[in-house]
């Protein structure tokens, strides 16, 4: 007699990859570059505050006590962690737009499909589409 044979994969063939409009991604591009000004804007303000706390801190330490350079210093860390990260999702945006010119981006890794672009205008480095994020999540 014969085995049965395993059907437990039968139905999961890999998926074909849909294609995207390219309206669509025409939506993609613009909510990417819409992102990327907003993060340069924020990272040029962040810079100048930067700059403002170092001209503090040469100007006015001299009549500070050193609980009050103390506290400049690490808020000037802060702000430098602060533009550092920033520069960090700027450079993912930049890759994003990349990888959607070469038709690479925006797929769930997971199930394939398109992740739809409100999310990806959220998350530019979202790599799975919401239901399999939690999915993972869960796990
Ligand atoms: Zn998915």
Same mark, same amino acid.
């Not at 085995?3 to 139905?11: E, I, M, N």
């Not at 990327?36 to 330490?61: F, G, K, V």
């Not at 990888?99 to 959220?122: F, K, S, T």
């Given at each position: 007699?014969?085995?049965?044979?395993?059907?437990r994969?039968?139905g999961?063939?890999? &998926?074909a990859?849909?294609?995207?409009?390219?309206?669509?991604?025409?939506?993609?591009?613009?909510?990417?570059?819409?992102?990327? %000004?907003?993060? #340069?804007?924020?990272y040029?303000?962040?810079?100048? @505050?930067?700059?403002?706390l170092?001209?503090? #801190?040469?100007?006015?330490?001299?009549? %500070? %006590?050193?609980?009050?350079?103390?506290?400049?210093?690490?808020?000037?860390?802060?702000?430098?962690s602060?533009?550092?990260?920033?520069? @960090?999702?700027?450079?993912? &945006?930049?890759?994003?737009? @990349?990888r959607l010119?070469?038709?690479?981006?925006?797929?769930c890794?997971?199930?394939?499909?398109?992740?739809?672009?409100?999310?990806l205008?959220?998350f530019?480095?979202?790599?799975?589409c919401?239901?399999?994020?939690?999915?993972? @999540?869960r796990?």
């Amino acid at each position: 007699m014969a085995k049965p044979s395993d059907t437990r994969t039968a139905g999961r063939k890999p &998926v074909a990859k849909a294609t995207r409009s390219s309206a669509e991604t025409e939506k993609i591009r613009a909510a990417l570059a819409a992102r990327r %000004d907003e993060l #340069r804007a924020e990272y040029d303000q962040t810079l100048s @505050e930067i700059t403002e706390l170092q001209r503090d #801190r040469l100007t006015d330490s001299a009549g %500070d %006590d050193q609980a009050d350079t103390g506290t400049k210093t690490l808020e000037r860390e802060q702000e430098i962690s602060l533009a550092n990260s920033i520069l @960090e999702r700027i450079t993912q &945006v930049e890759r994003a737009l @990349e990888r959607l010119d070469e038709g690479g981006y925006g797929w769930c890794e997971r199930c394939g499909n398109p992740i739809p672009v409100e999310r990806l205008a959220a998350f530019p480095s979202a790599t799975q589409c919401v239901t399999c994020k939690q999915l993972e @999540e869960r796990r």
